[in-house]
C-alpha cells in the first residue's frame, strides 16, 4: 500500500495528521485556535464549542482542502498551477487571490527582501525548472533547499509559509514517504534556518521530523 493510499484509507490516522497538520502550520502564523478546536471545525464535531475569528476558522478549513488537494495531485509533477491552485485554497475567504502577488511584501522578522511583483513570474519560472532539474544528495535536501527558495520569493500576498509546508509534504508523498508536521514551538529553530538558508540544517530538521512520524504511525496506526 502506498503512502497515499494509507493516508486516505486510514480514517484515525487521516484525521490525526490533519488535525496536527493544520493546527500546528496555522499556529506557526499566529493562529490562536486550539488543538481540540481545530478538529471540532475539521471534522464537524458540534459537541465542542468554538469561540474563534472568521479568519481563523477559514485558515483550518482552507488548510484541510490545500491537504486534500495535494493528496489528490501527489502523483503530478509540481508545476506552476499547482503552486498557484494551493495558495487559492489557502487564501478562499480571507484574501482571495486568483495568482500570484501584484504588490510589494516584506517577511516580518527577515532582512531579505522578496522580489518585485513584476519579477514574481520570472522566479517562479526557474524555480520550477530548478526544482525539476537539480540533483540532490536525498530527499530532504530538495526539500530544504526548495522551501527556503520558495519563502525567499514570497509569490503570494498571503499565505506563503502554509503552502511552502504544503509543498514539502506533496513532495514527500510524491516519493511515498508520510508527511511531516513542523511544531509549532519549534518555529523559532525553523525560521532561523530559512533566515540563514542552511538547507543543510533544515535537511536534518525535516529528517527528523520524518523520523518522528515514522515512529508515530508504527506505534499507533498499524
Do not use: C, W
Not at 499566529?30 to 477559514?58: C, H, M, Q, W
Not at 490545500?66 to 491552485?85: F, G, P, T, V
Amino acid at each position: 500500500m502506498s503512502v497515499k493510499e494509507f493516508i486516505i484509507n486510514n480514517q484515525k490516522y487521516f484525521e490525526d495528521y490533519i488535525t496536527r497538520s493544520t493546527y500546528h502550520s496555522n499556529k506557526i502564523e499566529g493562529n490562536t485556535l486550539s488543538y481540540a478546536e481545530t478538529y471540532a471545525i475539521l471534522f464537524n464535531d458540534n459537541s465542542f464549542s468554538v469561540n474563534a475569528k472568521p479568519r481563523e476558522i477559514y485558515e483550518a478549513i482552507n488548510h484541510k482542502y490545500a491537504l486534500s488537494y495535494i493528496l489528490e495531485h501527489s502523483e503530478n509533477q509540481l508545476d506552476q498551477q499547482m503552486i498557484i491552485d494551493i495558495g487559492i485554497l489557502i487564501n478562499k475567504n480571507i484574501s482571495d487571490i486568483s495568482g500570484y502577488r501584484k504588490v510589494p511584501v516584506i517577511i516580518q522578522g527577515a532582512e531579505h527582501l522578496p522580489p518585485s511583483p513584476q519579477e514574481v513570474t520570472q522566479a517562479m519560472m526557474y524555480f520550477i525548472y530548478n526544482y525539476a532539474k537539480t540533483e540532490y544528495d536525498s530527499i530532504f535536501q530538495k526539500i530544504a533547499y526548495n522551501h527556503i527558495q520558495f519563502e525567499r520569493i514570497h509569490p503570494f500576498e498571503d499565505g506563503n509559509g502554509r503552502t511552502g509546508r504544503l509543498l514539502i509534504n506533496y513532495e514527500l508523498i510524491h516519493n511515498n514517504m508520510l508527511p511531516i508536521v513542523i511544531p509549532e514551538d519549534q518555529r523559532v529553530l525553523y525560521f532561523r534556518y530559512i533566515a540563514e538558508q542552511n538547507s543543510e540544517g533544515l535537511s536534518d530538521f525535516f529528517k527528523e521530523l520524518q523520523n518522528e512520524e515514522n515512529n508515530r504511525v508504527k506505534s499507533a496506526f498499524t
